[in-house]
C-alpha cells in the first residue's frame, strides 16, 4: 500500500512537472498555440498570436479560383464555395477567392497566394466573431513578414481608426490531390466595411468610397454616377451624404483660396488629418494617398459629420514601394512636403497655418514617442519573435531574408537560413529605421532638403480620358 501510494505521489509530481513545462513552451513568443477559440474579435486581432487557419476546397471550386485574365492591373477574381476552420471554429460554405495584384502575380507559380474570406457570400447572416470578411495576405512580397502588422500597430497607437491585422498559419487541402498543405505564414487583416464602421463610427449607413488613382480628388460635376468610376463607392448612402461628397471635391478643386480656408474645416477633421498624413510621412508609405492616389477609404458618417480617412493595403510601407523613387530617395522623404503638387487637398491645407501647425506637431510626436527608435525596436522584436517559428517552417519564405531585417546574420549560419524561395528584396527594415531617423533630424536642423515624389516617376500608357481599372478589395 506504502509503494502504491508513493508510486501515486511521484506519478503526481512527474504530471506537473510535464504540464508546467507545457505552459512554459506555450507561453515563449512565437510558440504560441491557441487552444481554445477566440471569444471576441479584439482577442483575435491581437497582433502578436498567429493562428491556424485550415481551408479545405473542392477540387473543381479550386481550378475556378484562377482568374481568366494572364496578367496585369485590376485582375477579376470569382468566388467559390470553401469550408474553413479558423481558429478553431469551422465555417462551410463560405466565399473564398484570390485577391492582391503585385502579391498575385509574384506568387503565380505557387500555391502561397493572398485570399479573401466572405463569411455570408453564400449563407445569410454567417459571420465570425461578428466579422463577415477577412483578408489573408500572404507576405509574399515582404521578406520582414511584419510590415503590414508593424504599420497597423502605429495607427492603432496613435489612436487613428483602421484595421485590426493578425497573424495565421493558413494549410489549404484539396480532397483527393493534397491533405492540409501547409502555405505557411499570412498576415489577417480585418475588412473595410459594415462590421469595422459600425464599430469605430457607431454606424455603417455612410459613405464609404475606395478611391483608385484620384490623387487630385477632382471634381467631375454634379452627377454622383459620374464619381463611381474613380471613387469607387462600397456603400449605398443617401443622396444627401452623396451631394456632400460633390460638394467637398469642388470646394478642393475650385473654390478660392479665402473661401477654402474658410469652408475647409467643416469638412475635415484637421487634427485627424494631420496625423494621418503624418503616419503616412513617418513610415514613407508613398503607394498610397501621398503619390498614388489610391489604397485608403473616406467614410462620411452622416450628412453633416466630416469626412474620415483611413489606411488600406500598407505593405509598401517603410519605403518599400518600388516605383516611388529609389529606397535611398523614399529614406529621405520629405516631412515638409512628402506629396507631389498634383495632391491637390493636401497642397492647399499645407498652405494653412492652422493644419501646418498640427501636421508639424504629428511629426514631431510620432518620431520622438511610437516611432522612437526605442519604441520601433521594441515592436519588432515582439512582432519578430511571434512568427519566427512560423517562418522558419514556411517554405515560400527565406529565413535568412527574414533574420537580415533585424540584424546582421552570422556568417556561419548563412546557409542554414537560406531556403529555396527568393522573395523580392525590399529595404531592410532595420536599415530604414537608422536612416529614416537620420534624415528626419537632419531636415528639422535644416541640413538636409527632403525627397518630394513625382507622379512622372511612373509611366501609365492609359491616356487621362481613361477610367482606371479598379483594384480587388
Known amino acids: 500500500m506504502i509503494r502504491y501510494h508513493q508510486a501515486t505521489f511521484i506519478l503526481k509530481i512527474y504530471f506537473k512537472f510535464f504540464v508546467g513545462l507545457i505552459f512554459l513552451w506555450n507561453n515563449v513568443p512565437g510558440n504560441a498555440i491557441e487552444s481554445s477559440p477566440p471569444k471576441t474579435s479584439r482577442i483575435f486581432f491581437k497582433d502578436t498570436k498567429v493562428w491556424d487557419i485550415e481551408i479545405t476546397v473542392p477540387l473543381k471550386q479550386h481550378k475556378m479560383l484562377q482568374p481568366k485574365a494572364k496578367q496585369g492591373y485590376g485582375m477579376n477574381f470569382n468566388y467559390v464555395r470553401a469550408n474553413i476552420n479558423i481558429a478553431g471554429q469551422n465555417f462551410a460554405d463560405i466565399g473564398l477567392r484570390y485577391k492582391g495584384n503585385s502579391s498575385f502575380s509574384s ?20 459571420k465570425f466573431l461578428g466579422l463577415t470578411k477577412l483578408n489573408l495576405n500572404n507576405n509574399i512580397l515582404d521578406p520582414s513578414q511584419i510590415r503590414e502588422a508593424l504599420a497597423y500597430r502605429l495607427w492603432s497607437k496613435i489612436e487613428l481608426p483602421s484595421p485590426r491585422a493578425t497573424f495565421a498559419r493558413v494549410t489549404l487541402t484539396i480532397p483527393d490531390q493534397s491533405d492540409k498543405k501547409l502555405l505557411g505564414l499570412y498576415v489577417v487583416v480585418e475588412q473595410v466595411n459594415a462590421p469595422l464602421l459600425r464599430e469605430r463610427f457607431g454606424t455603417d449607413k455612410g459613405l464609404l468610397l475606395k478611391p483608385e488613382q484620384s490623387l487630385s480628388m477632382p471634381y467631375l460635376g454634379e452627377n454622383f454616377e459620374e464619381y463611381k468610376r474613380i471613387y469607387t463607392p462600397k456603400s449605398n448612402a443617401k443622396p444627401s451624404l452623396k451631394k456632400r461628397f460633390i460638394e467637398f471635391t469642388r470646394l478642393i478643386n475650385e473654390k478660392e483660396d479665402e473661401i477654402f480656408e474658410k469652408k475647409i474645416s467643416s469638412y475635415i477633421d484637421f487634427r485627424q488629418l494631420a496625423k494621418f498624413t503624418a503616419a503616412h510621412t513617418i513610415l514613407s508609405h508613398l503607394d498610397s494617398f501621398l503619390l498614388r492616389g489610391h489604397n485608403y477609404y473616406i467614410y462620411l458618417p452622416k450628412a453633416d459629420s466630416k469626412f474620415i480617412f483611413l489606411p488600406w493595403d500598407v505593405n509598401s510601407t517603410f ?14 522623404l520629405s516631412i515638409k512636403h512628402p506629396f507631389p503638387r498634383e495632391q491637390r487637398l493636401l497642397e492647399r491645407l499645407i498652405k494653412l497655418k492652422s493644419f501646418r501647425n498640427l501636421y508639424d506637431n504629428e511629426i514631431k510626436n510620432l518620431a520622438t514617442t511610437h516611432f522612437s527608435k526605442k519604441a520601433i525596436i521594441k515592436d519588432m522584436t515582439e512582432l519578430r519573435k511571434s512568427v519566427e517559428t512560423s517562418v522558419k517552417h514556411d517554405e515560400y519564405s527565406n529565413y535568412y531574408e527574414f533574420v537580415n531585417n533585424f540584424q546582421t546574420p552570422k556568417a556561419s549560419n548563412i546557409n542554414k537560413m537560406q531556403g529555396s524561395f527568393r522573395p523580392v528584396r525590399k529595404p531592410l527594415l532595420r536599415e530604414f529605421l537608422i536612416k529614416r531617423h537620420e534624415s528626419i533630424t537632419a531636415q528639422w536642423s535644416e541640413n538636409r532638403e527632403g525627397y518630394t515624389p513625382s507622379i512622372r516617376q511612373r509611366s501609365n500608357r492609359r491616356t487621362t480620358k481613361q477610367s482606371p481599372r479598379k483594384r480587388p478589395d
Open 319 to 332: 519605403a518599400s514601394h518600388r516605383s516611388a523613387g529609389s529606397p535611398e530617395q523614399q529614406f529621405n
Open 107 to 126: 506568387a503565380r507559380d505557387i500555391p502561397k497566394k493572398s485570399f479573401k474570406i466572405d463569411f455570408n457570400r453564400f449563407i445569410k447572416d454567417q
